[in-house]
């Protein structure tokens, strides 16, 4: 019973360059969602602005 450490390495440099690529692809991934993320932000804030612009006019429409 012999270990072939040559077969090992082979093996294991295969597995780090498989584990490596689905690590670039989760980078982007989060990177996408990031953007994404502040976009949606972005757009709350505005529609938050808005809603208040609109509720002060109702309130004001409401007291005259």
């Known amino acids: 019973y012999s270990l072939e ?3 090992i390495f082979v093996h294991s440099i295969a597995a ?3 584990l490596d690529a689905a690590h670039s692809v989760t980078k982007q991934e ?3 969602e990031k ?3 502040a976009s949606l932000e972005t757009k ?4 938050e602005t ?3 612009a609109v509720l002060a006019r109702l309130d004001a429409l409401e007291n005259n």
């Not at 709350?44 to 529609?47: A, D, H, I, M």
Request: no cysteine; aromatic share 6%.
């Open 30 to 32: 989060l990177e996408a």
């Open 44 to 47: 709350v804030t505005s529609l």
């Open 16 to 18: 780090i360059k498989e």
């Open 35 to 37: 953007t994404k993320t």
């Open 5 to 7: 450490y040559s077969n």
């Open 50 to 52: 808005q809603l208040a």
